[in-house]
């Protein structure tokens, strides 16, 4: 499986984002897909994830009631829209796939990952 975040970019404080994630090779459907970020010198840090069938998300604190995140899997692909960007937001986005069905929020539940998408919010 080989995935694909774009994207990113330099944004005001205030402003808004959307990533997507494309999956290619031996995707499948029926796994749950999650967004990671990653700020310099700290650890990467779970920040949203969603069920195989897009019916249950679950999100960070820190995110929540500002991102939403979303799939489509007749295109494969996974999106996380960003609004009221904040520059605590700032960091490397990845996009990664379950192990399982459900919405996990683990590192040790996820196995394949993209690239990542470099998130900058100024103040």
């Known amino acids: 499986v080989q995935l694909q975040a774009s994207g990113g970019g330099l944004v005001q404080a205030g402003g808004s984002l959307r990533l997507s994630c494309a999956a290619s090779g031996r995707t499948s459907s029926n796994n749950g897909m999650g967004w990671f970020r990653q700020a310099p010198g700290k650890e990467r840090e779970f920040v949203a994830a969603?069920?195989?069938?897009?019916?249950?998300?679950r999100y960070a604190d820190s995110v929540k009631g500002r991102f939403t995140i979303s799939r489509d899997n007749s295109k494969n692909t996974m999106y996380l829209q960003m609004n009221s960007l904040k520059p605590e937001d700032s960091a490397v986005y990845y996009c990664?796939?379950?192990?399982?069905?459900?919405?996990?929020?683990?590192?040790?539940?996820?196995?394949?990952w993209g690239q990542g998408t470099q998130v900058t919010v100024s103040s």
């Open positions: 969603i069920s195989w069938r897009g019916v249950s998300t």
């Open positions: 990664t796939t379950a192990r399982t069905p459900v919405a996990a929020s683990s590192l040790s539940d996820y196995n394949y």
